[in-house]
């Protein structure tokens, strides 16, 4: 009997198939139980595509903070160009209002003042928004030149009006204006001299358009390059 195991167990040279004893299992049984327990491919390939995503949202912020420092200096740009629009806006009312004190004073703040408030105003209502993708190609064309216009021209005129007005009144350089029509007053004063303020308000208006666009070119393009990415 014991012979009868041995040879019931054992493989025959002549490749003849001998049958396997009760407690054995046989072989494809158990490649088809192994492949069965293996985790499935599908799990895996979502283990793998997790760097892929975790990479290309990498890129994208990449992206965009190239594009945000490649705008830094249209930006810069613009703004230095509010500053001289204010210079020259002190220096129109100060020769109308015959001002001679504080020349450091108002110079300084007319030239950081507008640069602050366009690069300022320029983030909040262009930069963000086109970031967030509530703004379109002609909205962003008009922020940017409302900006120009107002913060690049129309504020600096207005602080320039008022400090070096106040500085003829402190310093009696013009005749004071009769009670109740000093804004009349100085207007009619200063009407010849505020029409040069025309010269900044279209180069500003300009600028701003221009700025605009050009930082709108650049994050459409880094759009198509991360979307080519993809």
Known sequence: MAALGREAGADLRDGSVVPVGAGEVPKDIKMATYTHCQPSPSVGDAKL??????????????YLRKEKTLNIYGTAVFGTTASFSGVLAN???????????????????????PFLSTVVAYKLFVTD??????????????RSSL????????????????KNGRLAVKYHT???PPKGRV?????ML???????????LVFQTVVG??????HYAIFESTLEKTVYED
Not at 49 to 62: A, F, G, N, S, T
Not at 148 to 158: F, H, K, M
């Open 147 to 162: 900006i120009g216009i107002v913060c690049g021209v129309l504020y600096p005129s207005a602080l320039a009006f008022t």
């Open 174 to 176: 013009v005749p004071l």
């Open 91 to 113: 220096f129109i009312f100060r020769h109308c209002f015959k001002v001679k004190h504080d020349a450091l004073k108002t110079y300084a703040s007319l030239t950081t003042l």
């Open 190 to 200: 200063c009407q010849t001299e505020i029409k040069a303020m025309v010269i900044p």
């Open 129 to 142: 928004a086109l970031y967030s993708g509530n703004v379109s190609k002609e909205n962003c064309v008009v």
């Open 183 to 187: 804004l009349h007053y100085w207007l």
């Open 49 to 62: 595509r997790r760097p892929m995503v975790i990479e290309i949202l990498e890129k994208k912020i990449e």
């Open 209 to 214: 358009v221009f700025n605009c666009l050009q």
